[in-house]
């Protein structure tokens, strides 16, 4: 007796959480229309919108600068998880690698580097060095 009780309560209350959520108005429900409302603000005209795409994709192009791209593991002491932290921050060329301080570059590194290490293995003028061998 339990168990039909428990059905049946179980019938009752999956039916009642399968009706629709919305109530239709009556005379568009007999009417054969239901309504559609837009909550969305009303946007410019097309060809404004186009414009306006177009001077944004414009001046995203004049942002993008090539980005240079070198062997940062050519630095003794530079290994693949370095080189990964290095990009992570930015640095993927030798010569901005150069423009670092060891102090600064071990504090945005975190981890396991210090800037004694960096000094030590001479990251900074190694990568000094590549970027005058390059101009050169």
């Known amino acids: 007796m339990f168990r039909l009780v428990m059905f049946l309560l179980g019938l009752i209350i999956g039916s009642w959480l399968m009706r629709s959520p919305h109530k239709q108005d009556s005379s568009a429900a007999q009417n054969g229309h239901t309504e559609i409302k837009s909550f ?33 593991l050519d630095i003794k002491g530079i290994g693949p998880t370095f080189v990964n932290r290095l990009n992570d921050l930015g640095i993927t060329s030798f010569a901005q690698l150069a423009e670092e301080n060891p102090q600064d570059l071990a504090e945005k590194m975190g981890g396991r580097i210090t800037a004694e290490r960096i000094a030590r293995e001479r990251w900074i003028e190694q990568a000094k060095e590549r970027v005058t061998n390059n101009e050169g």
Do not use: H, I, Y
Request: aromatic letters at 0%; proline letters at 9%; zero cysteines.
């Open 40 to 72: 969305s603000k009303p946007t410019s005209s097309a060809p404004q919108a186009a414009a306006r795409l177009r001077a944004e994709q414009d001046a995203a192009k004049t942002k993008e600068l090539p980005v240079v791209v070198d062997n940062l």
